[in-house]
Structures are given as structure tokens and as C-alpha cells.
């Protein structure tokens, strides 16, 4: 049974850093691309980036490029989400997920997801 892990989240004020984790398990990923999304209430789910399994492919959301970081750790089977600069408009849910493609489009192609953890950016 796979499981996605997500830790990390919690209440900051603008312009601190969160480090988020997701620690997958339950089958091999090796080949995988393993990605955020973000939710925030009464909004649809938001790309923020994903990461390939060699980190050759490496796509960020629009909102975020520039101030997160993803990166990821095959021997702990761990994909991280560094968020620098955070701004009230990063409170979201954020969701791992892990997709067998090398390149998903949408997040229909994901084919795993964990339960999310929140982010809150105070003002």
C-alpha cells in the first residue's frame, strides 16, 4: 500500500521559510516524478512544482518560481518543498503526490497523493 507522508506545515508570518517533506512508501518509485499542489479554500487545486526522478525535469507554478524550492532525496524516498518569502497568499493545503509519468500535464496524471499539510501566512 503506497503512502505520501506530508510534514512540515504550520503558521508563519510574511517573508519567513517553511521546509515542507513528503515521505513516500509502499512500492518502488524509481522513474517517478513527485510534485506539490496547493488548495486553498474555495479555490481549485494549484500546480506549485514538480520534480523528475534524475531532477532533469524540474517546473515551478507561475506564483511561486523564484521563491520555492523542490528538491528530492532517493535514498529516504523524500521529495522536499523549500518556501522562502512567504506571502499571505501561500495559505493553502499543500499535497504531495507522485505521478509514474515522466512528464504529467494535469493532475489527473498523478496517481498518488497524501493528505496534506497547512501552510498559514499571517500578514
Known amino acids: 500500500q503506497v503512502q505520501l507522508v506530508e510534514s512540515g506545515g504550520g503558521l508563519v508570518q510574511a517573508g519567513d521559510s517553511l521546509r515542507l517533506s513528503c515521505a513516500a512508501s509502499?512500492?518502488?518509485?524509481?522513474?517517478?516524478?513527485m510534485a506539490w499542489f496547493r488548495q486553498a479554500p474555495g479555490k481549485e487545486r494549484e500546480f506549485v512544482a514538480l520534480i523528475s526522478w534524475g531532477g532533469t525535469n524540474i517546473r515551478y507554478g507561475e506564483s511561486v518560481r523564484g521563491r520555492f524550492t523542490i528538491s528530492r532525496d532517493h535514498a529516504k524516498n523524500t521529495v522536499y518543498l523549500q518556501m522562502n518569502s512567504l506571502k499571505p497568499e501561500d495559505t493553502a493545503v499543500y499535497y504531495c503526490?507522485?505521478?509514474?509519468?515522466?512528464?504529467?500535464?494535469?493532475?489527473?496524471?498523478?496517481?498518488?497523493w497524501g493528505q496534506g499539510t497547512q501552510v498559514t501566512v499571517s500578514s
Open positions: 503526490a507522485v505521478s509514474l509519468l515522466y512528464n504529467p500535464a494535469t493532475h489527473a496524471q498523478y496517481n498518488y
Open positions: 509502499g512500492r518502488t518509485f524509481s522513474g517517478s516524478t
